[in-house]
């Protein structure tokens, strides 16, 4: 393996800055969503818990919102700087969704989110109310034009070739927006946000609660977080669903390579596999535990269906769609095989485990408990955020590894993107540089949001208090916008 290959550097590079920037964006599109939901809970009832609890879950908020920004706007340069062969193919694409995302949707959610953030005392508490569930939109917007932009990379509609065969034309920019694979991908996306960031929720409100901190504002937050966690998971569970049949009708590869499943098969011999074990080379079974008709209900909405295996469609790929390729990728258009399975089970693996600990908390924290909660169910319901966590970036790494060896599906391979003129020690630099960047920054959120977690919201005031202040937050970092 040669470590200054550009391409091998420029991948590196790429999933670094993109995983870890995907850290902030369900974050931010969840917690949007609960801040709008608590805010809207105070100005409806008065009690003055959900006005502690907006602004409490606020400033986390915007601490991942800020930290987002930051490391967003790398990703804009990786296009030129590494990928500049892409870049020239799909600009004419991708220049639409990515141009409403940021003129549009990111102008539009950064917009209210000022007026949310300095506008506590300075308007009426519907109008306030309003800017946050405006911004919450704007942000479900954002991840639609961005969706819809990877969509295309996945399935690409709505364009032509132009004459020199060297770039991709939009031909139909509502086609591109309605490209089913973003339709789908969209409420996935979105479920699967809420359910992270309903772990954030149970991990701070069960780290309190386990220490006898805020019970009058954290249990109410536990059951929220709780079950938001299950009603999410039943989203993504359903939305799942959906996008696998699109994608089985897009991508039949990808499901392949998902279920390792090499041979093409109907009905009952279409099975999900809990558990495969393959050959060296990848061409083949030599173990596994299968459901029976699993796969061909998931893929077909039929238990008599037929799903294609993975030798079929590289003979099916080589022969008759795509040879003009077949020599580049060696006769096999299967992704590594080993992350796409193990990716798609770690991704619903971890998923049933966050969503299993909400059903555990809910029973222990019922009204009628007769026991109080037992020391481990505390430390259990921390571990929700991390699983939640990783299920949804495992989720996006069989999204993206799943898709290769192309970077646009049938159009271009990923080894043809990358900029040919960019030597690897210069990849390499900036690959160190920027992992060396994103760890500092990933030191200073992790500080500030546990600082900020383990604070808690500001106490209830007594009987003989003054109510507090309807201000803003003052002690968040707000300087950054």
């Known amino acids: 393996m040669d470590f200054l290959d550009p391409l091998l550097l420029a991948r590196w590079q790429f999933g670094l800055t993109t995983l870890y920037h995907f850290l902030f964006v369900p974050l931010t599109l969840g917690m949007a969503l609960t801040v709008a939901i608590f805010q809207t809970a105070w100005v409806r009832t008065g009690n003055l818990k959900w006005l502690h609890l907006t602004r409490f879950f606020g400033r986390i908020f915007l601490i991942n919102f800020a930290m987002g920004v930051v490391t967003g706007i790398v990703q804009e340069f990786q296009f030129g700087m590494n990928w ?26 950064a917009t209210f989110i000022g007026l949310w953030i300095f506008g506590w005392d300075k308007l009426d508490r519907r109008l306030h109310l309003a800017c946050i569930w405006i911004a919450t939109v704007g942000a479900w917007f954002s991840a639609y034009f961005i969706l819809a932009a990877n969509a295309f990379m996945q399935n690409p509609v709505g364009y032509r070739m132009a004459q020199d065969g060297g770039r991709a034309e939009m031909t139909d920019f509502f086609a591109v927006l309605g490209n089913p694979v973003a339709l789908a991908a969209l409420p996935h996306t979105l479920f699967a946000a809420f359910m992270m960031t309903a772990g954030v929720i149970i991990s701070i409100a069960a780290w309190h609660l386990a220490r006898g ?96 295996g993975i030798n079929d469609l590289n003979a099916q790929y080589t022969t008759e769609l795509f040879p003009q390729f077949a020599d580049q990728v060696g006769g096999s258009f299967a992704p590594i ?27 222990l924290t019922r009204k009628k408990a007769k026991r109080p909660v037992p020391a481990w169910a505390w430390k259990l319901a921390i571990w929700s955020w991390p699983a939640s966590l990783f299920a949804i970036l495992v989720g996006w790494v069989f999204t993206e590894m799943g898709r290769q060896p192309w970077i646009v599906f049938g159009l271009m391979l990923t080894e043809d993107g990358v900029s040919p003129s960019v030597p690897g020690w210069s990849v390499l630099i900036s690959l160190i540089a920027f992992t060396l960047i994103y760890a500092s920054l990933a030191v200073v959120e992790i500080r500030l949001i546990v600082k900020a977690a383990q604070k808690g919201p500001d106490p209830l005031p007594g009987p003989d208090d003054p109510p507090p202040a309807e201000h803003a937050l003052e002690d968040t970092p707000t300087t950054v916008y």
Request: charged share 10%; aromatic share 14%.
């Open 84 to 109: 500049s062969s892409y870049s020239r193919f799909v600009g004419d694409v991708f220049g639409a969704p990515l141009a409403f995302e940021g003129l549009m949707a990111f102008f539009f959610e």
């Open 213 to 308: 901190k805020n019970l009058d504002m954290m249990r109410p937050a536990l059951r929220f977080g709780m079950w938001g966690m299950i009603l999410a998971f039943v989203g993504v569970a359903l939305s799942g669903d959906a996008l696998s049949v699109v994608m089985t009708q897009t991508q039949p590869m990808k499901m392949a390579a998902a279920e390792a499943m090499f041979n093409s098969a109907c009905g009952a011999d279409a099975s999900f596999s809990i558990f495969t074990l393959g050959t060296p080379d990848g061409t083949s079974e030599l173990f596994s535990i299968r459901v029976p008709y699993l796969l061909a209900f998931l893929s077909t909405r039929s238990l008599t269906g037929c799903v294609e």
């Open 337 to 363: 095989l080993w992350v796409t399975y193990w990716a798609f089970r770690w991704m619903i693996g971890l998923g049933g485990i966050a969503a299993l600990v909400a059903v555990v908390g809910l029973w």
